[in-house]
């Protein structure tokens, strides 16, 4: 931390905030100038309290933090790129993953009928919502265990891993039987408790960006997980919420850049949330692509134009199938390959 005394700060000043950082457990360090004087603090803050409360000293201006509040998954602390293991799957390698799937579980046929599209056209794990947080408590809510279940016979008969949604903490165990990968929705990236509760389980977490969450709060997100001794955590980026309504939300590709720069986790994006639409999943995905993303999230369904949830959004099995062609070359100029 480095503090920034009032202009014509005394001796007496100065030596108030250095005896107050000493207290902190830090070791102060002055530099007097003509007009302004500085305290630059030394010492772990991930052991000691942080300085921030200084700033309501009458001799300080201001009080500015050196390291990164997201310690753990800090570029500064992990320089090297995490690989996140989604039951057998590396996320963040070399190569390129697509989990595809539809949006909601919504029948047996349905979702067997999906596993084997998209594996045969080269995901490499099964998205499918069991429980859905719908805008409207008026609309389909997922099948919960039910979908569970199916979501389970899938993965025997497909070997993808399974990505679904854990929408309460009381829902959390069951869930995290059923998964391979826990995907913490949009709406809940603030919800630390369930955030805690899902790191508990050691599975690795698929923590989605709220519609409204600045790059740094969505990291700090993370942070609680892996604070929690779970370094499993992808990030994904599916677009915010902004004045533009041409597309459902806005595909932020600066903040995928950003948390690729800032910290060490594998970062995914959501082309189908973002888009809305079934016509710009690829173009989002292909700029995704270059943006750097370890991976792709896509909405698929036998039938879109009869999906009980994000039915204008969802690619049929043909779409799907030339999705998979049409980024490949995307993927190979980026430096990675796909999977299969
Ligand atoms: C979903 O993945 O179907 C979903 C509801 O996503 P989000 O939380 O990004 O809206
Ligand atoms: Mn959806």
Known sequence: MIIILRPHSTDADVRAVEQRVREAGYEPHTIRGEVRTVVACVGDESQHASLESLVSLPEVD???PVQRKYKLISRETHPDAAVVNAGGVAIGGPALQVIA?????ES???ILATAAAVRAAGA???RGGAFKPRTSPYEFQGLGDEALALLAEARAAEGLPIVTE??????VDKVAAAADLLQIGARNMMNYSLLERVAATGKPVLLK???????DEWLLAAEYIVKRGNRQVILCERGIRTFETATRNTLDLGAVAVAKRECCLPVVVDPSHAAGRADLVLPLALAAIAAGA????VEVHPRPAAALSDAAQQLDFAAFERFMQAIRPFVAAAGRR???
Not at 101 to 105: A, Q, R
Request: glycine share 12%; hydrophobic share 40%; net charge neutral.
């Open 209 to 215: 960006r709220g519609l409204a969450a600045k790059v």
């Open 166 to 171: 854990v929408l309460r903490e009381g829902d």
């Open 62 to 64: 201001n009080v500015l």
């Open 338 to 340: 796909l999977s299969s």
């Open 108 to 110: 047996r046929e349905q």
């Open 101 to 105: 799937g539809p949006c909601s579980v």
């Open 124 to 126: 490499t794990l099964l």
């Open 294 to 297: 370890d991976g792709l999230v």
